[in-house]
């Protein structure tokens, strides 16, 4: 037990940690993480697998590298905590210096004589030090009056602020990696999803795409109502940057998209015997459409945003987006199929309808197509989120002190010879020694007029 | 005058003030060094002119891409010098910021960087820009100086060990303080800007605080390395060589941060 406590209050461990914990991260970063097994078979060949096994392919949450953490955290607190009690006791139990030859031993120091009684310039120390602002204690021995005076000593906490601050932070990553919840939410316009675990609903009132005049993405702008329990609570539109915050989830702009499985296509009838003749519609897949004063019922079947023929010469999109757009659609009076057939938006001259073996004599056009746009949300729930900000702000108030409140640590001895004061001055300030030493200089100067 | 003659006229003042530096540090004149610290100053402030001017023409950060990213951190290492100097009254490592300044420069002018103002992107529209960026560049910055400061603690060490006192006040074991203050600097303000702020935002725009992302990674590398610099020597004494020798990697861990990952390693952080 000895023996391992030993071994974690040891900086050495912690060096050695430390340089471990580099050698990984970088590790980490040089082989792509979280791919496939097939995408490293290709890449590493053989190899492959042994890092898969290594589990050099998720490396970051690997058991051996949050081991490691884990070990760095216990080596955190270990040495923190040995540390921290004689820091106390120095603080708070000071043994005053009494012996002059110990206080010229230091780096800064001085050694003068004033022209006045120790109680008058012990008032007139003490006075000049009080206007610095630092704090004093004193003892007195028949001759000699011991003060010692400190500023800024919360400096000395520094790193330990630091060290709470990074076990906080650990504690934040690890409930949000065990108690983390994450989803892509996929809404058109209209559309409510229920938030799973919650107790509430999420509908996407409006997405719109804003545009630069260049034709860049200036932001999208997701319009949310939250309902709970049938009641709608409140609205609020969600951008990139800027989340909708509900009860612990948090929801993100993340993605968009359009829906071509839910498309509006516009269709031009014409009939070849009668160039006149020319009736629009509108037409959504799976729903008949009247055509305006006709017995004629269209249907499209099926829609394809980019049109290609497989292998096996079936008609597959190869993209999601619109390139060659075609609708294959039906026509029908009352019961009877009269016509049916592909439509090409791009070449009006490929479609083709038929009447059983005949062409048809009507021709359809497809003269656009509109998909609604879908916004994907994400939506987090991350129980580690409010331990980070805390285990941060702990972190920048300990650098804080530990690197701008350099604390400053005066020792003077006076004694008395002859009517006049013998002073005996020295101080510490390990991290800001050139600061110091003006500050110094100038409190000595400021008790050298009076000599 | 445009954004970019004020560009070109900073370029030149730096360029001016390396010459002053350079020959203060042959000659060993003060007074040259006085002219080139107030040369680059001016620079710096034609500089901050060129910065505002493309904020107000872009309507946005002036650190949306690499031409705008390098012409920033070229700026916040001066200023950051300017800062050390005023500090430590120190000058011969000026000369050497001032190269890698002259390089951040040039490599922002050259025509492989795109320099027409683009709009933002939806990710990137958030004041968190702002944070984020300056305050980690002003953190590299420093470390910028403490890989300067380092390099040349390295050489004066040599020259030292072989027996040949330092020329000027500027001693090797000056130049070890001065590296370790600058990183003393940095590293909070690194801390803030990199990780912390890079959380924020993060958990703001993507909806998670840390997704592994290489350059996510690769800041918590180089956060790792300052990390063992103030540790090796403020808890085990390290001082010198050994020293030197991780501020210099640290530096180029930061560098790998900002430039390498870019462009060998995909990730989220695909815009500069």
Redesign the interface.
């Known amino acids: 037990m000895k023996a391992l406590l030993n071994f974690f209050t040891s900086?050495?461990v912690?060096?050695t940690l430390?340089?471990i914990?580099?050698c990984a991260?970088?590790v980490?970063?040089?082989i792509p993480?979280g791919r496939s097994t097939q995408e490293y078979l290709v890449r590493y060949g053989q190899l492959g697998a042994l890092l898969e096994r290594l589990q050099f392919t998720r490396l970051?949450q690997s058991f051996w590298f949050v081991g490691l953490l884990a070990l760095f955290a216990v080596n955190i607190i270990v040495c923190t905590l040995e540390r921290l009690f004689p820091k106390f006791r120095r603080t708070f139990q000071t043994k005053l210096e009494t012996e002059p030859k110990n206080i010229l031993a230091l780096k800064i120091k001085d050694k003068f004589k004033v022209g006045l009684s120790a109680a008058e310039t012990r008032e007139m120390v003490k006075k000049e030090l009080r206007r610095r602002r630092y704090r004093l204690r004193e003892v007195r021995t028949d001759n000699r009056s011991c003060l010692t005076a400190r500023k800024r000593v919360l400096g000395w906490f520094g790193?330990d602020v630091v060290h709470l601050g990074l076990l906080v932070i650990l504690a934040g990553?690890i409930a949000?990696g065990l108690g983390s919840f994450?989803q892509d939410l996929t809404f058109t316009e209209g559309r409510t999803l229920s938030v799973p675990g919650a107790d509430f609903t999420v509908r996407l009132d409006q997405f719109v795409t804003e545009y630069?005049p260049?034709g860049?993405?200036?932001?999208?702008k997701s319009l949310l109502t939250v309902t709970e329990a049938g009641k709608p609570l409140f609205q609020k539109t969600v951008?990139?940057?800027?989340?909708l915050n509900h009860r612990g989830y948090?929801f993100?702009?993340?993605g968009y998209g359009s829906d071509w499985d839910h498309p509006s296509l516009e269709v031009w009838v014409k009939k070849k015997p009668d160039p006149s003749y020319l009736k629009k519609a509108w037409l959504k897949i799976g729903e008949k459409t009247a055509l305006n004063g006709e017995s004629l019922v269209l249907n499209a079947v099926r829609f394809i945003p980019d049109f290609v023929l497989d292998e096996k010469n079936q008609p597959a999109s190869r993209s999601l987006e619109p390139n060659n757009p075609a609708a294959f659609i039906e026509g029908w009076i009352g019961t009877e199929k009269v016509f049916s057939g592909w439509i090409f938006a791009r070449f009006p001259d490929f479609s083709r309808l038929h009447s059983g073996a005949k062409e048809a004599d009507i021709t359809l056009e497809l003269k656009d197509v509109r998909a609604p746009s879908y916004s994907v949300i994400?939506v987090?729930k991350?129980p580690g989120?409010s331990l980070?900000?805390v285990g941060?702000v702990l972190?920048?108030v300990g650098?804080?002190l530990a690197?701008?409140w350099p604390p400053r640590e005066l020792k003077i001895i006076l004694e008395d010879s002859q009517g006049k004061t013998e002073v005996t001055a020295g101080g510490i300030s390990v991290?800001a020694r050139?600061a110091f030493q003006t500050e110094f200089e100038s409190i000595i100067n400021s008790l050298r007029i009076r000599k | 005058m445009t954004e970019s003659t004020f560009f070109l006229l900073a370029f030149i003042l730096y360029a001016l003030a390396a010459a002053f530096y350079f020959s203060h540090l042959f000659s060993n004149k003060e007074n040259r060094a006085r002219i080139g610290f107030s040369v680059a100053l001016t620079g710096l402030l034609v500089h901050t002119l060129a910065l505002i001017l493309r904020t107000v023409e872009s309507g946005h950060a002036p650190f949306t891409n690499m031409y705008e990213s390098l012409s920033f951190l070229a700026w916040a290492s001066i200023l950051a010098f300017v800062i050390i100097e005023a500090?430590?009254k120190v000058k011969r490592p000026a000369g050497y910021l001032m190269l890698i300044v002259i390089a951040l420069m040039a490599l922002a002018s050259s025509p492989l960087m795109p320099k027409e103002t683009?709009?933002l992107?939806?990710?990137l529209?958030?004041y968190?820009l702002w944070l984020h960026v300056s305050v980690t560049l002003i953190g590299e910055a420093f470390f910028a100086i403490a890989f300067i400061t380092s390099i040349m603690y390295l050489a004066a060490d040599a020259k030292e060990r072989r027996g040949k006192a330092a020329k000027s006040a500027l001693t090797a074991e000056k130049l070890d303080s001065i590296s370790y203050r600058s990183i003393?600097?940095g590293?909070?303000l690194f801390?803030?800007g990199g990780l912390?702020f890079g959380?924020?935002w993060a958990?703001?725009?993507?909806?998670?605080?840390?997704s592994?992302d290489?350059k996510e990674?690769?800041s918590?590398?180089t956060w790792?390395?300052f990390?063992?610099y103030l540790?090796?020597r403020?808890?085990?004494g390290w001082k010198g060589r050994r020293s030197a020798a991780i501020a210099i990697i640290g530096f180029l861990a930061a560098l790998f941060t900002y430039f390498g990952?870019n462009y060998l390693?995909a990730g989220l952080h695909s815009y500069a």
Not at chain 1, 216 to 220: H, L, Q
């Open positions: 900086v050495r912690a060096i430390l340089i914990l580099i991260s970088i980490g970063t040089l993480q970051y790193s990553g949000s994450r630069y260049n860049s993405v200036k932001d999208w951008e990139v940057n800027s989340p948090v993100y702009q993340s994400h987090a991350d989120v980070i900000w941060c972190l920048m650098l804080g690197f701008y991290k050139e | 500090k430590y683009t709009p992107v939806p990710a529209q958030s968190w003393a600097i590293f909070p801390t803030l912390v959380m924020v958990y703001k725009a993507w909806g998670s605080y840390w592994w290489p990674v690769w918590l590398i790792f390395v990390a063992l540790h090796t403020i808890v085990m990952v390693l």
